[in-house]
């Protein structure tokens, strides 16, 4: 497989699609006017693959002072629901751009289409066919073989309108009769062949109602759509090169001169490694409960992206970084991960967690003591200003920075040894305490008062090898932190032959930790903070789940990326 990881510094040339619109610009073509616009099918919630798209479609406009419309292709009344209306428009709000008026429907234009099907019809240049689909099909020929034309094919426009007025009265049942586009049966272009404009449906849709039972096929209704809107750039991923010539055609066959006339343009779709992006096979983990919903945070939706603590901007910073390709390619994952670490490290604030916690008590801090430290919310930004937070007597520290029997390069705590914890005291191992089981249940420590950290003592500046975070277990919050890593643990899930792409799921996909403790300043963290628990990683705050009686914390990534190592 091709990874590729390409990251641009400093000022980037123009991507081709900019370049086609700087030339458009200068030759004053549409009147120096930009109008892209970002059309998806209501049937499935957004990826990073459509994120890759929203990003380029409004980038253009805001980068040529243009605009972008929103517009749902929703001529597909079998598939098509309101809740995925919903969350695209939250989703494409979400990522920070804002469409022009209100959200378009491409059932908003089903009269108009209407017309000029009729007009096509009128001038000779579309017939109605009575054959089955699965005849239209097998007479379509293959691309080295031309097609059959249908006996249908030569009616009269008169008999052709008189037909496709009774398909559209629901004179006909599904799959009686089709509109087609008279063109050439033996275009090497297998799309020229004949294909279908209309087909009936008796199916009630979710904003047209019962008004129609004739529903335009995607090639007829986007491209007119586009004209429609005076969309300048029409922009679309590969797979659908093949459909230009038939975008031309009809525009060719329904264009009024002096109007605004879109262009297509292909680029390369966005795959990720370790991701599937199909959404059939995202639908299918959903309805399978393989996962939570469309927003479960190992989902490569937008909405389970940012469940799992993504930013926007580390969302169109990649979009970004990767650019506009006309070949596909598969972009590593890693790259992803690594644009949202650059941002969280630069706004989380930093934080103590203990995810497994051990129970230290430090036998010579005295027993009604407590005192407050000062910490830097992030040392890499002073601005971001600092907090206090409880020491005392009994604090946890991570299970495994404790080991009894510990290899010489152990920096962190054993039996005799010393750390510092951060912020705080150095502290050293004084006793292991065991159950009857043999299980370690506590350390007994001692701390130095001289080493506080900042004090400017000696014992302060004295360094040992490792440093610990902690919490104080009377002031410690408990809380359930979900560890999320990659859904699949294959480069390509779905890239296998003989194996389904179910067969790659990473069993270590989800752990959850019920017996969390975190600092008692993340009492009213809101939903969707995010911060980094110190030596951990990133974490946001479940919005969901989350409550403040009972913290949720999901994983967002790692600190570093441990992956690229496992398959070096
Ligand atoms: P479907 O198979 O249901 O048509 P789709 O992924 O093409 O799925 P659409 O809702 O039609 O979904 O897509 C809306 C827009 O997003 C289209 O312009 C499409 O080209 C673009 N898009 C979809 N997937 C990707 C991707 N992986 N990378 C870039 N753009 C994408
Ligand atoms: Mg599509």
Redesign the pocket.
């Known amino acids: 497989m091709n990874i590729e990881n390409k990251e641009t510094e400093g000022r980037k040339s123009l991507n081709f699609i900019e370049s086609i619109v700087e030339e458009d610009l200068k030759n004053n073509k549409n009147n120096g006017v930009v109008c892209t616009r ?4 209501p ?2 919630y957004l990826h990073i ?2 994120a ?2 929203i990003c380029l479609n409004f980038g253009l406009a805001q980068k040529y002072n243009g605009k972008t419309n929103l517009r749902f ?1 929703d001529t597909n009344p079998e598939k098509e629901e309101v809740e995925y209306v919903d969350s695209i428009k939250e989703d494409v709000r979400w990522l920070g751009f804002k469409w022009e008026g209100e959200a378009r429907f491409a059932s908003d234009y089903f009269d108009q289409l209407y017309a000029w099907a009729v007009k096509l019809i009128k001038q000779g240049n579309a017939y109605v066919d009575d054959q089955t689909p699965e005849i239209i099909s097998e007479q379509r020929g293959t691309p080295t073989k031309p097609g059959i034309e249908s006996p249908f094919r030569n009616r009269s426009a008169e008999e052709n309108m008189d037909l496709f007025i009774r398909m559209k009265n629901g004179e006909f049942k599904n799959g009686e009769r089709v509109l087609r586009a008279k063109i050439d049966m033996s275009s090497p272009n297998m799309h020229m062949r004949d294909p279908i404009m209309y087909r009936i449906l008796h199916k009630e849709h979710h904003r047209t109602g019962n008004k129609w039972c004739i529903y335009p096929m995607y090639d007829f209704a986007h491209g007119q759509s586009d004209y429609i809107e005076g969309i300048t750039h029409s922009i ?2 590969l797979e659908f090169e093949v459909h230009r010539p038939l975008y031309d055609w009809f525009l060719n066959h329904l264009y009024t001169e002096g109007t605004v006339r879109p262009r297509q343009i292909e680029f390369a ?3 990720l490694s370790y991701t599937i ?1 199909s ?1 059939r096979k995202l639908f299918e983990l959903v309805q399978k409960k393989i996962v939570s919903g469309w927003d479960d945070p190992r989902m490569p939706t937008i909405s389970g992206l940012r469940r799992r603590g993504f930013t926007p901007e580390s969302i169109r910073k990649f979009a970004d970084i990767i650019g506009v390709a006309k070949r596909d390619n598969v972009i590593d994952v890693a790259l992803l991960e690594h644009s949202l670490r650059d941002d969280l490290n630069k706004k989380a604030s930093r934080v103590m967690a203990v995810l497994n916690p051990l129970k230290i008590v430090l036998t010579n801090y005295p027993e009604d003591k407590e005192e407050s430290l000062t910490i830097d919310n992030n040392p890499e930004d002073e601005s971001m200003g600092t907090r206090e937070m409880p020491f005392s007597r009994e604090i946890y520290i991570e299970q495994d920075d404790f080991m009894e029997e510990a290899p010489k390069k152990f920096f962190r705590l054993a039996p005799g040894k010393e750390v510092r914890l951060k912020a705080a005291y150095i502290i050293k191992c004084e006793e292991v305490i065991k159950d009857a089981e043999g299980n370690i249940t506590e350390l007994r420590c001692t701390y130095d008062p001289d080493s506080k950290s900042g004090s400017g003592t000696e014992a302060s500046k004295r360094k040992v090898k490792g440093t610990l975070h902690w919490v104080s277990t009377k002031h410690a919050l408990s809380a359930e932190v979900r560890l999320y890593d990659r859904l699949f643990n294959d480069p390509d899930p779905s890239g296998h032959k003989d194996k389904d792409f179910k067969e790659f799921i990473n069993p270590e996909s989800l752990k959850i930790l019920t017996n969390c403790k975190v600092e008692p300043g993340l009492k009213d963290a809101k939903p969707e903070s995010k911060y980094q628990f110190q030596r951990l990683g990133y974490f946001c705050v479940d919005k969901k789940d989350s409550q403040p009686s009972k913290l949720v914390f999901n994983r967002t990534v790692p600190l570093k990326d441990s992956w690229s190592k496992k398959n070096k």
């Open positions: 970002f059309p998806p099918e049937n499935g693959g459509h890759k798209s292709d679309c991923t779709r966005l795959n992006m959404k």
